[in-house]
């Protein structure tokens, strides 16, 4: 069950009375893009908003989430949280006493609910900056939900539509990618892309991988 918080940021970037933009089929009036973007992500959001900076007609196409990974299951909630691993790392190092802090009993006391929630206030303020309603807006773009397919080097499909474009960039990302490990799907375990509803703080934790995401992770937790 998702908390108010996380629901405030998905009506933002995935808003679910979200209009596509209308489209002109009729040859006469056939509208070409200078860029399409598949993805609405960072990556997306930049040749987008690029192209419409410098007056080109731009289309974003996202299936998921505006924003990417990076506002939803990386850059933002990732260092939200190791923001508070960090204080909490730094006053179990030093000494509290010279910044004017009292512990109780000489301890730290995380309270990891408060922490998660932090991290889910803080990416749902800048959700807002990322929402489609903010980039069709403000950007002067077109932004339609949902999932993309060409059809030729000029055209491509999405809910039903055939669109043309000169230039199309494929912004589509990656996704975490969970091993073929004998057991694992009889284990409790968690992705990038799913941790960040954990409101317990777990014991013990093993991460699998020795990338940046789960450097920050286990280092985190």
Request: charged residues 25%; glycine residues 10%.
């Amino acid at each position: 069950m998702l908390d108010p918080i996380s629901l405030e940021m998905y009506d933002n970037i995935r808003p679910l009375e979200w209009v596509d933009p209308e489209v002109p089929e009729e040859s006469k009036d056939e509208k070409w893009y200078d860029m399409v973007a598949i993805g609405g992500g960072a990556a997306g959001m930049v040749a987008t908003g690029a192209t419409a900076f410098l007056g080109g007609s731009a289309l974003m196409i996202e299936r998921a989430f505006m924003g990417g990974d990076c506002l939803v299951t990386g850059c933002v909630p990732s260092k939200a949280f190791l923001k508070s691993a960090s204080m909490a790392h730094k006053l179990k190092r030093d000494s509290a006493a010279q910044y004017g802090l009292e512990l109780e009993e000489g301890q730290v006391k995380v309270n990891f609910p408060k922490v998660m929630e932090r991290m889910r206030k803080i990416r749902a303020e800048i959700a807002v900056h990322d929402s489609a309603e903010n980039f069709s807006k403000e950007h002067g773009m077109d932004i339609i939900l949902g999932a993309a397919k060409f059809i030729d080097p000029n055209t491509i499909s999405v809910n039903g539509k055939e669109i043309k474009f000169f230039k199309a960039c494929i912004c589509t990302g990656g996704r975490p990618r969970v091993p073929n490990t004998p057991g694992i799907n009889s284990v409790p375990h968690y992705t990038s892309e799913n941790i960040w509803n954990m409101n317990k703080q777990p014991e013990k934790m093993l991460i699998v991988g020795a990338g940046p995401i789960a450097c920050e992770l286990g280092q985190g937790f």
